[in-house]
């Protein structure tokens, strides 16, 4: 596929994933009453013994992911919104929550941390390198996404580092660009990776934000490289996809810079 400029990547992207959102925007010139007021639906798909709960929640649609096991250990990936509907699945579902797990710190994908955390306690897990962002002023968009008040982050995620939460078996990549601290979380049991917003079908995330790197995230594509071609793909906004299919048809991976460049 031809080879697109800079300037259409970042246009492109703010286009399709929402982000393009004005972190600085103020509640004067938002519309008053969130109109995303109705129950999110749930999209219930299971691997194996693992099932992989997801929710759209929030004015910018992020994928919240509720992830459990056959004992009902679960973990909760980016609460960005509507703390209500991530609990009451929990406590409706009878799971045990075992950690919160962050992808990245930006509004959409944490907004509602604090207030899940405060009726729902467990480690939360994000990269040491979202620390000056994600409890940081700007990092909210009244009255869509309040500032998350600071938790505390008991698991500061390393590249390559391996979790057992009950029977969830996975592994962080770390996968900068979109932010500095963008992880990937990976279950090579089940072939399946939680990208946030460094991968999306057909496209990529945004880097025009807080300490982007669109260099660094094609060497984060490098990554992808390196599972298995079924590995399905739930990625922080819009649909799923697989390794495959990327691979095929998303322009951004004929630019990784160095394929050898991969663990
Ligand atoms: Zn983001």
């Known amino acids: 596929m031809k080879l ?3 300037r259409s990547f970042v246009t492109d992207l703010t286009m399709q994933t929402g982000l393009l959102l004005p972190l600085s925007l103020t509640a004067q010139n938002a519309i008053k009453v969130d109109p995303l007021e109705e129950k999110p639906k749930v999209k219930t798909t299971r691997h194996g013994e693992l099932t992989v ?11 919240c992911f509720i992830v459990s096991d056959r004992n009902l250990n679960c973990i909760v990936i980016d609460p960005g919104a509507r703390a209500e509907v991530i609990l009451d699945f929990i406590r409706n579902n009878r799971l045990k929550l075992l950690a919160y797990v962050l992808t990245h710190s930006h509004l959409d994908h944490i907004s509602a941390l604090d207030e899940c955390y405060k009726a729902m306690p467990a480690p939360v897990a994000m990269h040491p390198d979202e620390n000056d962002w994600a409890f940081c002023e700007k990092n909210q968009w009244e009255p869509y996404y309040p500032l998350t008040k600071p938790v505390k982050i008991e698991r500061p995620l390393k590249h390559w580092q391996s979790f057992k939460d009950g029977n969830l078996n996975y592994t962080i990549i770390h996968t900068p660009g979109h932010s500095a601290g963008s992880v990937c979380i990976w279950f090579p049991q089940q072939k399946i990776i939680f990208s946030g917003d460094t991968l999306f079908a057909g496209n990529i995330g945004r880097t025009d934000l807080h300490k982007s790197s669109f260099r660094s995230l094609l060497r984060s594509l490098g990554a992808f490289l390196a599972l298995p071609p079924e590995t399905k793909i739930y990625p922080g906004h819009g649909q799923t996809t697989t390794v495959k299919t990327e691979l095929a048809t998303n322009p951004y991976f004929t630019h990784v810079p160095d394929k050898t460049n991969v663990k």
């Open 4 to 6: 697109l400029s800079r």
């Open 53 to 63: 709960n997801t929710f759209c929640l929030g004015r910018l649609k992020v994928n």
